[in-house]
Structures are given as structure tokens and as C-alpha cells.
């Protein structure tokens, strides 16, 4: 690539030459913690969490365009006031209706503002940071450096040209970073920087800091909703290149099962839904189609294998029959992982559903049904609980009752699926299902759960009705607790995703 892309950052260099902001660095923003101090600020539903761990970075490295953002939840507010614990760049925030104090970082807060995972009140009682008041914060972008770029590596680019995206044949052409080992210049390291045409791969160097004044001045920009697809090619380009490299050697393909299936794993790591797995197997059909059969179809067992849980054996046979090649059948392609998975833990997804829907409140206090509740929703006797009321404990303790209260729904759940299965009742529990099953004992307890029309729906297989009577599961308590309702209908669309 070499002549044609230093063409092109030569003309952008030339482009640019007028404005000195352009080459050195962007100077962004500062602000105080003194504009919040006073206000009221409200939680809003968000899936950071999921996209922390899919993306492994921080909170600083986000957009609020790469979340998720749901209902403001105006039941429990805070009141945002200076503090000193537990160090002087701190914040209280105070629960309006008394449950307790939390101490933030200052800069913790003005990350959950800049995402809208708070919203701020203003004196007109509007939120003021979803609205051009507050553009200031939405704005402020994480500093990139030498150190944090290989948070790019891999991550789809279109390069800007005179205001147009270069392409090929009318598409825009995707850039990528790849790692090239070489360390230069103090702590500045050089990437590789490539790009895909007619004629394969084509890199050529560039440095880190280089790299970021592209990025920075809007040269290079990053193109999120390409990054899912262009990872995936990565990892599943770099199986086939290494079969191909042993075939040619005359090794077994065997003997780098270890490496392949890791880079499986990596690949289909943002499959979510049931359009992911299509997109998913779409590409990988196309990716294996010159490799020896044998090879191929013990990859694509292992995937679907993979697959069973995430979606029925009917749903995945649906998808395959759309996307390959040629006829598979799912019930033939590995019958015996087929027959012995079997969902019996929940996983994250669970914990950080509780934890938004129970939320966090470090004090006991009671809500009028006999019991202490404390943390995220951990509730005993009063007469024999070992908390007080306006007793308080931190998060640490409050993290072991989640896991403990999860672990004896969970465990209670499997009482009942075992009990079925000892009497030859079969029910293919997907994951969602069995989260959402154990979100509903740790609701309701496992005594409610049993008699539930719900259950006996499961039990029967009636999945479809199942999934319904999950919204009126509990309804008498509505009127009561206005937010079980739509808690219900949320564990119901969960329900959903696995049988729809």
C-alpha cells in the first residue's frame, strides 16, 4: 500500500497545513464538580456493564453512543453534595428518602454524567444534561495516548479524504490497526495500518502518535457499528491462514485444535441474539468454504454446539438452513454435547439485572412485609436477622448476599428441573430462560414460584403461554410495588429471546 496511502497523508498533511490545532494536541474541556454540587441527579437503566466486559476497557475509554440507555428511574433520587470520604476528591450522595450516604470520586461522577447513566435535575426541574445545556459533558472524549491506542488495534476506520470517506467502487474502505511489535521512539510504538482490496491485505507503518493526530483531527474515524464484523474476520482469517500453513506443512490440523478454537471463541464473542448467530454463520461458511472438509466441519460442530442455549435446536436448524451451503442437520452434527448440556448456573447477566432492578442501598431498612432488607434486595426475618434497622455495610458484604441470595434461587431451581427430569419430563432450558427463572424465585421466593401458573406452563412445555403469564405473575402486588410490573415485563421479554 505503501505509495498509495502515503499519498493520500501527504495531500492531508498539505489539507491541514493552515491549522496549527491540527498538529499538536487537543486541548479538551475542563470542568468542576461545583456545576453538579446541590443538584439532584436519577439512575437510569444501561447495559455499561456488559459492554465494559465485552469491550475490556474502562468508563473513561465510552461514548453515551455506545450505550444502551433505558427508563430514568424518578423513584430514588440523590442529592449530589460536597464530601471528604474517603479522600478529598470525593462526593456524598444522599438519598432523598434517607436510606443511607454513598461517597463517589469526583471523577466517577462526572463520568456517570457525561454517559447519562445519571441525569441531572436542573432548578427548572428539567434534566439538564439531556438537553444542549449540557453538551460540555456529552462531549468530553477519554485522552488518547501512546499506551491506551491498542484499544484500536483491530477496530474498523474509515479514512476521510476531502471531506469523503475513500472507497473503492462507491464502498467505503475499512482501515484497520494491527499490532507490529516494533518499539520506537521513548514510549511512541509504530502499527501496522491496513486495509482490504482485490488484491488481499495491504499494510504499510505508522506510528501511535501519528495515528492519533489522524484520529483526533477527523482524518481517520472510528466506525463502532462495523467493529463486531471486522474482529470476527480477524480471529476467523487467522484460522483458516493457519490450517492452510499446516496442510502445507503435512501436520494434522489436530495439533493446533488449542489455538483454533481459541480464536473460535474470540470471534463470535459479541453473538447475542438470534441475527447475530445468522451473521455470525454467514461469515464463517464463507471463511471455510476452501478449507478440506474434515477440517471444516469439525469447526462448524464445535460452533453449533456452542450455539445450543443461546437458541433452540429448532431456531438454530432454522438459521442454518438459511445461511449455509449445503444441508446440515443440528441434531447430527454432535449429538452426545447436544444431549449433555444442560443449564444449571446462571450467568453476569443475572447479577447485573439484579442489581438494577433491586438497587443498591447500604442501610436496613423494612418495606412492610415482616423483613430487614439490605444491599441489592437481600432480605431476612426481622426477629432473627443479624441486621438492624439503619444498620449499615459496604458493597463487599453486600456483593457476597447477592451471590449467596443467586446461589440458593439457583439451587432451588435446580430442585425442580431435577425432580422433572428424574420423571422424564424434558424442557430444553436455554440460559435466559434459567436467568430468568431464578430472577423470579429471588423475587418471590421458591414457595410462590412452585404453585405459579408459570411453572406448570414450563413444565408442560407450553413455552409461548409461559412466557405471557410472566407479566401477571405476582399481580396482586402491583398496586403496591408499581415497579414489579415492569419488572415482570422485562423478565418476560428475556424469557422471550429464547423461544421466539
Not at 461522577?109 to 438537553?131: A, P, T
Not at 436496613?364 to 431476612?380: F, L, M, Q, R
Not at 410490573?485 to 422471550?496: G, Y
Request: charged content about 35%; hydrophobic content about 35%.
Amino acid at each position: 500500500m505503501g505509495m498509495e496511502i502515503r499519498k493520500i497523508i501527504r495531500e492531508e498533511i498539505e489539507d491541514f497545513s493552515d491549522f496549527e490545532w491540527a498538529k499538536g494536541e487537543i486541548e479538551y474541556p475542563i470542568h468542576s464538580i461545583d456545576f453538579l454540587i446541590g443538584k439532584k441527579a436519577y439512575y437510569r437503566e444501561n447495559n455499561m456493564d456488559e459492554v465494559l466486559k465485552t469491550q475490556k476497557c474502562t468508563m473513561s475509554d465510552l461514548n453515551k453512543s455506545d450505550l444502551n440507555l433505558g427508563e430514568i428511574k424518578n423513584g430514588i433520587g440523590w442529592t449530589i453534595k460536597k464530601g471528604n470520604l474517603p479522600g478529598p476528591n470525593s462526593v456524598s450522595i444522599i438519598l432523598d428518602n434517607n436510606k443511607g450516604t454513598q461517597h463517589w470520586f469526583e471523577d466517577d461522577v462526572l463520568e456517570f454524567v457525561r454517559l447519562g447513566i445519571w441525569v441531572v435535575e436542573g432548578d427548572d426541574g428539567k434534566f439538564i444534561n439531556e438537553s444542549e445545556e449540557f453538551d460540555w459533558i456529552k462531549d468530553i472524549e477519554p485522552e488518547l495516548t501512546n499506551k491506551n491506542f491498542h484499544m484500536f488495534y483491530n477496530k474498523p476506520f474509515y479514512w476521510y479524504h476531502k471531506g469523503e470517506p475513500v472507497s473503492d467502487l462507491d464502498v467505503p474502505r475499512v482501515y484497520w490497526f494491527e499490532e507490529s511489535g516494533i518499539h520506537l521512539r521513548d514510549e511512541d510504538e509504530i502499527a501496522l495500518f491496513c486495509y482490504k482490496d482485490f488484491r488481499g491485505d495491504e499494510c504499510t507503518d505508522i506510528f501511535h502518535s501519528t495515528a492519533i493526530s489522524y484520529i483526533k483531527k477527523g482524518t481517520l474515524q472510528h466506525q463502532p457499528q462495523l467493529s463486531d464484523i471486522k474482529e470476527c474476520e480477524h480471529y476467523l482469517d487467522k484460522i483458516v491462514n493457519n490450517v492452510t500453513l499446516i496442510n502445507e506443512d503435512g501436520r494434522k490440523p489436530d495439533m493446533e485444535w488449542d489455538f483454533t478454537k481459541n480464536n473460535l471463541d474470540k470471534s463470535k464473542k459479541w453473538v447475542k441474539t438470534k441475527e447475530d448467530v445468522k451473521k455470525y454463520l454467514s461469515l464463517l461458511f464463507n471463511k471455510l468454504k476452501k478449507l478440506p472438509r474434515k477440517t471444516k466441519t469439525k469447526i462448524i460442530k464445535y460452533v453449533l454446539a456452542s450455539f445450543v442455549g443461546l437458541l433452540t435446536i429448532n431456531q438454530l436448524q432454522t438459521v442454518v438452513d438459511e445461511v449455509s451451503p449445503e444441508k446440515i442437520e443440528i441434531t447430527k452434527v454432535q449429538p452426545e454435547k447436544v444431549e449433555k448440556i444442560e443449564i444449571r448456573t446462571p450467568n453476569d447477566s443475572l447479577v447485573n439485572f439484579l442489581k438494577k432492578e433491586e438497587s443498591y442501598v447500604g442501610k436496613g431498612y423494612k418495606i412492610g412485609d415482616g423483613k430487614i432488607t439490605i444491599g441489592w434486595g437481600h432480605a431476612e426475618d426481622i426477629s432473627s436477622s443479624k441486621y438492624k434497622l439503619g444498620q449499615e455495610i459496604d458493597t463487599t458484604e453486600a456483593e457476597k448476599l447477592l451471590k449467596q441470595d443467586i446461589k440458593q434461587s439457583s439451587e432451588a431451581l435446580n430442585r425442580i428441573l431435577d425432580d422433572w427430569k428424574s420423571k422424564g419430563i424434558e424442557v430444553n432450558i436455554t440460559q435466559d430462560m434459567y436467568n430468568t427463572m431464578t430472577s423470579m424465585i429471588f423475587n418471590m421466593g421458591i414457595g410462590n414460584f412452585r404453585n405459579s401458573k408459570f411453572i406448570q406452563l414450563v413444565k408442560k412445555n407450553e413455552l409461548d403461554k409461559a412466557k405471557e403469564e410472566i407479566k401477571t405473575t405476582s399481580s396482586h402486588l402491583f398496586s403496591k410495588f408499581p415497579g414489579l410490573k415492569k419488572r415482570r415485563k422485562k423478565e418476560s421479554e428475556a424469557f422471550s429471546v429464547s423461544i421466539s
